[in-house]
């Protein structure tokens, strides 16, 4: 009878503490987007495909190609196909404007920052060393 009560009660706590570490999961997400992260957001997004078919180009044509593409290059930035991505991002001009960092336009022109979840996508892209994958 005791030995039952213990299991149930180490039951609950267990369940106490799953769901704690499932609101500490929550805080952590809300710091990270507090804070810039380097690679990868690791919780709500999966950046385990994040190669240049499957995500790069989609979120460079989602987002940039209606402004940068051969036909449209605003700023004179072409960013249709894989080596124009790749000299934006290797001239530093493909993170530094949609980071918003010092010194750059911010892009996309006149909408939203990218969200969290692209942009780890794209740094991990980038982690694996841009490539034509
Ligand atoms: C609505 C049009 C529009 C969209 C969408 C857009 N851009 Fe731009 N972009 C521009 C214009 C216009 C310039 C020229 C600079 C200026 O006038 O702000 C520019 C300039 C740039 C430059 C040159 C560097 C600099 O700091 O000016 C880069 C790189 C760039 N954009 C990347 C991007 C990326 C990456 C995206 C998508 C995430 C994007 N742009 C989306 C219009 C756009």
Redesign the pocket.
Known sequence: MICKTLKYFSLISLSILSFSSLFSSCYYDVNQELYPKPIDSGISCDTSKATYSGKVST??QT??N???STAVN????S?EGYSNVLA?QQNG??M???NHSA???A?????AK?SDCDIANLNAWIHAGAPNN
């Open positions: 979120i460079i987002n940039c209606a402004c940068h605003s700023g004179g930035v960013l934006a001009t493909l530094g404007t949609i010194g750059y336009n892009m996309p022109l006149g909408a990218l």
